[in-house]
């Protein structure tokens, strides 16, 4: 059964960075766009950028774009979220997952971020 394990989230003061990893398990990662999805206290998770399985094609919500960077490294079966000039309307917990609901794998932990302001 394929796992999503989210980490590198953290306390950080508003404009610093953070850098996310989602490390799959499994043989078919790479078959897969990916997508990164957040969730704040009080609201419903919501999208925040996705990756087609080349990594050729990255797409974000407006609210990221420009500031936040998703890769993937399919030989590893990680993939990235690098989030610059971070807000505090940023904070929230982060999850991947496979971008369509349809594939949705279980949702793992997630990681935290939290942005000071």
């Known amino acids: 059964q394929v796992q999503l394990v989210e980490s590198g989230g953290g306390l950080v003061q508003a404009g610093g960075s953070l850098r996310l990893s989602c490390a799959a398990s499994g043989p078919t990662f790479s078959d897969y766009a990916m997508s990164w999805f957040r969730q704040a206290p009080g609201k419903e998770r919501e999208f925040v950028a996705a990756i087609n399985w080349s990594g050729s094609m990255p797409s974000y919500t407006p609210s990221v774009k420009g500031r936040f960077t998703i890769s993937r490294d399919n030989a590893q079966n990680t993939m990235y979220l690098q989030m610059n000039s971070l807000k505090p309307e940023d904070t929230a917990v982060y999850y991947c997952?496979?971008?369509?609901?349809?594939?949705?794998?279980?949702w793992g932990q997630g990681t935290q971020v939290t942005v000071s302001s």
């Open positions: 997952n496979r971008q369509f609901s349809y594939l949705w794998l279980a």
